[in-house]
């Protein structure tokens, strides 16, 4: 049995490196669908969608209208830091890939307990770009019991005076 919960946000970045537009600093309006696989118990329930969302919200709630920014891009680092906004850094670029890689970290990580008690074995995240892009990560849950949870208070910058 597969079940999903969709989740958007909106998000700046740019690909510093890129040899095309993608260079310039742009916005998307990104949606992710989390899949998670296993075998539904008495409940007929795999897991509670909202168990879900407790999980990965504050996730998203950090995304949400961020700008990101590569640890190395310094030039773009210190702009967002001299305007005040809030962003984000990533240890790597802000690829469609590596977002999804990431989600599927945070979900494996943070709802580790959660994930084993109902059983899911696996989750597949798929995190939409643009209209016509969007990557897939397949990861098996176990695989994660060793792997440290992504730190949202180190990565996330935010001035009192631009936080929602
Ligand atoms: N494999 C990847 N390729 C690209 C990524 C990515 O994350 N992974 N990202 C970008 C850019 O961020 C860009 O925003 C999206 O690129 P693209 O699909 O080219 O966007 P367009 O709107 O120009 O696409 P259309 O062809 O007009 O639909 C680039 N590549
Ligand atoms: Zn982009």
Redesign the pocket.
């Known amino acids: 049995m597969t079940v999903a919960k969709r989740f958007r946000w909106e998000a700046a970045?740019?690909?510093a490196d890129?040899p095309?537009?993608?260079r310039n600093l742009?916005g998307?309006s990104y949606t992710c669908w989390i899949e998670l696989d296993g075998t539904p118990g008495p409940s007929e329930m795999l897991i509670d969608f909202q168990e879900v969302k407790r999980v990965v919200s504050p996730l998203i709630d950090a995304w949400d209208h961020c700008t990101y920014v590569n640890r190395d891009d310094t030039a773009l680092r210190e702009a967002l830091a001299t305007l005040g906004v809030k962003h984000y850094v990533l240890d790597g670029?802000?690829?469609?890939?590596?977002?999804a890689d990431y989600v599927a970290r945070y979900l494996c990580t943070h709802g580790f307990a959660m994930l084993q008690d109902h059983g899911v074995t696996a989750v597949q995240v798929r995190v939409q770009?643009?209209?016509?892009?969007y990557?897939i990560t397949r990861a098996t849950v176990a695989d994660y019991a060793d792997t440290p949870a992504p730190d949202l208070e180190q990565a996330l910058v935010e001035t009192e005076a631009v936080a929602g």
Request: include cysteine; proline fraction near 0%.
């Open positions: 970045h740019r690909l890129h095309s537009l993608c742009h998307h670029r802000s690829t469609t890939e590596a977002l770009e643009t209209e016509t892009c990557a």
